[in-house]
Every structure is written in C-alpha cells, then in structure tokens.
C-alpha cells in the first residue's frame, strides 16, 4: 500500500507535516517505539509510529530521523497525546532528510493504525494472486468483454494500483488505461523505449529500472508467445520488434510474487500481440504478390488488378483507386550480418503506424512485404492528396524517423544500420517498378551517409537515377557489358584497378591532378590507366559523351 492510502484513509486521524512530494512511497510494514534508536528492529518500508518518549532536547530530533532514513522507512508518524503539538525541530528534521511526517490525532490509538496497515499489507499477496487468476479468466474470454491490453492494464490500475502502459519498441503507446489521469508524454515513452532497448542490447535481466523526470518506471520485455530469450536466434533482431510493459513504479522493492504477476502480465499481452501478428498477414501476403509481379516483370494489367483487389483492404470505403508509394528498408550489421527480411518487415510497418494513433492497428493501412534481406511497403495514398505538387504530399523521408529514430538509435547501439528510401507518388501500376528501383536508389544514398538510422527521398535522387528503372533490363546489361567488361576482364587478368581509376576520374570531373591525388599516384601513372581504359573500349574520355556513357554505365552495374 502506498502513503498516500493511508492519509486518504480519515478514520486513522493522520495530518500530513511534511513530504507530500513522498507520498507514493509504498508501506510494508508497521512498528510503534520510543527507542532513541530502533534502527536493529528495521528492515526499510516501514510506517514508524512513535509518541516522542525519546525527544529530550532538539538535538535529538535530528539523529532520530537520520537513523530512520538509513534505515530506508517509508514514513514517521508522531502522536499528539503527549506534546499537544508536534515540535518544530522533528518538522525541520524530516524536512531536511525528505522523511515524510504524519500527525496522528490524539483520539486515534496506534493500535488501530498498527492493525490497519497489517491487515492491507497482509492481504496484498492473496489479493496478487486472485487478481492472476482473475486476469487470465478475463483475458482469455472471447468476445468483446475479454481479450486486449487495455483490460489488464485497467486490471492493474483498479487492483493493484499500477499505472502501466504497453509500447512499441519506438516508444509508440499500444494500449493505456482507461482511468489513470494523465499518461507521460510522446517523449517520455519515446526515452523508456530507449532505456529499454539500451539495457536488453546490454544482456541486463528486466524488469529494468528508469527514472524520468522524477518518475520511477519499470520496464518489462513483451515477447513473442512461447519464446523464452534463450530462443531467440539474435537479440539484436528480436529487441527491435518486441512490444514493452511501462509500469510507473519501482519493482526493486517488489516480492518475487509480485514480479511473477507482472511476468504472467506480460505473457498474456504477448498473446494479444501475436494475434495481431497474425491478422496482418492478408495484408503481408497482398504486399507479397505484388511485389512478385513488380520484380518479374509482369504486365501492368495483371498488377493493376491485384492492386484493384489490394486498395479496398487497405483503405476501406475509399472508392477511387489511390496513388501509391514505395518504401525500402534494410538493417544490418557491422560484423558483415544482415537482419532477416521479417525483421525489417515489422520495423518498417512500425515506423509507418501514425505516431499519433495509439493502438497496435495504427499501421494496418500499410502492406509491407519482404525480400531477401529487405522490407518492402507499399503504401496507399487517396488519389486526392496526390492531385498537387508531389514534392509536399505523401510520405517524406525525414518525417518518418522524426519520431523513432532516438530509440531505433538505442536499439541499434553502436553496431547497426537502419537505413530508409521513399520513392514518389505513382498512380498506375506502370509506375510501380520505377518505385520499388526509386526507393532502392534513396536507400542507397542513404546508406552513404553517417549515422545509425537514415532515409533518402525521391527528392534527393539526380534526374539519371530516376530515368534508369525505366531502361529494359536486357538493354543495360548490354550496355555495361560493353563498356565494362573489357575494363573487369583486363583487371581481374592484371590487377590493374583500371575501373576504380576510371570511377575517381569521374568523380573528380575529370581533373589530372586531383584524381591523382586522390588515388595516391603520380599523374603520368594515372595517364597511362586512362590511356589503356581508352585503348581498351574505343572511347575518349575527353569527350562529354564517353564520360556521360562510362557514368551511367558504372551506375546501372
């Protein structure tokens, strides 16, 4: 129980002096003295209750309530019986140690404070394990009255007076109490997400402890139903994607039953998540499809039909069919690994759930499909928005990590990448491979740049990189084999890095003596590689048009 309980409660007679700021302190126990120092009988949490027999001088307040603090109890509680008031040097003395202070009316026994706090303290064990059972009766009952975060964190909230939230790994609040005032702030969940995903990169057990803005909270892990963390294949992936439990207490001073509660707490809503896994697997599967259609090269009429079948799951009752846009996301890692496509899959339709919905359906308007190593979105936009300028409508790069990227940071911690491209709007399905290869281009200009979570827009990209997914793929495989291939062949033959040296001479505009400099040779070294690139494929690279052909060439290769 808390302090709080007890001042609330009038038939204990209790005025509060000092340390209203404490008053979430939790009581585990009760005890009456006198003793100058009773410190030997205290184990911390109690509610001391005293009648000032030990006061002889102001002196001794002070050292009385030092000795209480030491011994980490909850609160003093002072009768008025003897003294009529309590003296100024106990008020000052608590004050000074932040040790909350009680009056205790002179017609209230301490026997009956002492048998109430007893009686709530003793009850609370008996009252957590009804209250599991009752939780998973409840939770486990189909239809509208069971089943869903909401009603175990309401549970807590009535029972046991815990205020909790669910998050996702971005801090982005998935289900909240119905009646606990006020929730924290987006930046505050966005800090816990953080905190968390630090601490479980870090291989430190949950339930993790972190105080914001003067707020203790405990942190409990959500994992997938039935896998134990010894299960996961990589903690780097799985922490990316799991679900949290906030809990805006500090379970350091919890007994294990009361852990255990939160455990099963945590199970039960890992229940409920994958089950929302699994309802977005129509939507997974549409996003599939057409993916496979775009990558294979099948006729705009086939894809257009699937996305005819696709635009009435993802926006319901929009009529027209919409415009659409392609995102690409890919994680890896600096030991050379990359995160499996699911792995990307859930992060991005994280990151594409509107960070203003709360609930974990806020993204079950986005198709994320999977390849290989990449995520692949396909994200519906009504044909309205896209009617004017496309620069300002739809999905922007920056915009989509402004409110993940401080925990996707911490997820990440200092050993990976999370990088993003967002193609333009495109109302056809003949648009939708210059998307998918749009996206993929600004995910590559993305990787280039520093930083642990990057995206690249359409609107970063040069106007040849935008021409090139519309190239037959036959025809540029041609066209690099024929300016290439002699250049690869010569190389592998004489290891003489003719196609490095041709891509910093472009780079460097053609400059003799900067493209030297910058590959660490002598210019008349580099004249002759030139020369022999030249000799070699029949161009001149004093010519505009050879340098343009060599820079597209070494672009779609």
């Not at 964190?153 to 119905?178: C, N, Q």
């Not at 396909?378 to 990227?405: C, I, K, N, Q, Y």
């Amino acid at each position: 129980m808390r302090l709080r309980a007890l001042l609330d409660t009038d038939a204990l007679g209790l005025r509060l002096l000092g340390g209203e700021d404490e008053l979430d302190r939790t009581v585990r126990g009760v005890m009456t003295t006198d003793l100058r120092d009773p410190s030997r009988y205290l184990s911390g949490g109690e509610l001391v209750l005293t009648g000032l027999a030990w006061r002889k001088d102001a002196e001794d307040s002070d050292a009385f309530v030092r000795l209480l603090v030491q011994a980490q109890v909850a609160a003093l509680a002072a009768g008025e019986a003897e003294l009529r008031d309590i003296p100024e040097d106990l008020v000052l003395a608590c004050a000074r140690h932040r040790l909350p202070l009680f009056a205790v009316d002179e017609s209230v026994a301490f026997a009956t404070i002492t048998e109430h706090v007893v009686r709530q303290v003793s009850g609370e064990r008996a009252g957590d394990l009804a209250a599991v059972v009752d939780r998973h009766r409840r939770m486990m009952t189909s239809g509208p009255a069971g089943g869903g975060p909401d009603v175990v964190l309401d549970l807590l909230g009535s029972d046991l007076d815990l205020r909790a939230w669910v998050l996702s790994p971005t801090g982005r609040p998935i289900a909240a109490p119905k009646s606990a005032g006020p929730a924290p702030d987006a930046e505050t969940f966005v800090q816990l997400a953080a905190e968390h995903l630090a601490a479980t990169r870090a291989g430190r057990p949950g339930p993790h402890r972190v105080v914001v803005d003067g707020t203790t909270y405990s942190l409990f892990p959500v994992r997938s139903s039935g896998r134990s963390p010894q299960a996961a294949p990589d903690v780097r992936e799985t922490v990316l994607t799991d679900w949290l439990l906030a809990v805006a207490a500090d379970a350091a001073d919890w007994p294990e039953e009361r852990l255990d509660l939160l455990r099963g707490v945590t199970q039960l809503i890992a229940v409920e998540r994958d089950r929302r896994e699994a309802s977005r697997t129509v939507r997974r599967r549409l996003a599939q499809e057409v993916l496979e259609l775009v990558q294979s090269g099948a006729a705009p009429a086939e894809i257009a039909a699937r996305l005819r079948v696709a635009a009435p799951v993802l926006l319901p009752g929009l009529g027209a069919a919409p415009h659409w846009q392609v995102v690409v996301a890919r994680v890896e890692w600096e030991d050379g690994a990359v995160a499996g496509g699911p792995v990307a899959q859930s992060l991005l339709e994280e990151i594409l759930a509107d960070p203003l919905a709360t609930g974990p359906d806020a993204a079950d308007r986005v198709a994320v499909a999977h390849t290989g190593d990449e995520a692949v979105a396909l994200v519906p936009l009504p044909a309205v928005s896209a009617e004017h300028d496309g620069s300002e409508t739809g999905l922007l790069a920056d915009a989509l990590l402004r409110s993940v990227r401080d925990a996707l940071t911490a997820g990440l911690d200092g050993d990976g990448r999370l990088t993003l491209g967002v193609s333009a709007a495109v109302h056809s399905a003949e648009g939708l491979r210059g998307a998918l290869e749009e996206a993929r281009h600004a995910r590559g200009v993305a990787a280039a740049r520093p930083g642990r979570v990057c995206a690249a827009g359409h609107q970063e990209l040069a106007s040849h990189v935008l021409l090139l997914p519309f190239v037959p793929d036959d025809v540029r495989r041609a066209f690099t084999a024929r300016l290439l291939d002699p250049l690869k062949e010569y190389d592998r033959r004489h290891r003489a890095e003719l196609i490095p040296t041709l891509e910093a001479f472009l780079e460097s505009d053609g400059s003799w003596t900067r493209c030297a400099a910058r590959l660490h040779l002598h210019v008349n070294t580099l004249r002759y590689r030139v020369g022999r690139i030249e000799q070699l494929t029949g161009r001149d690279l004093s010519r505009l048009e050879d340098k343009l052909d060599f820079f597209l060439a070494l672009r779609m290769s």
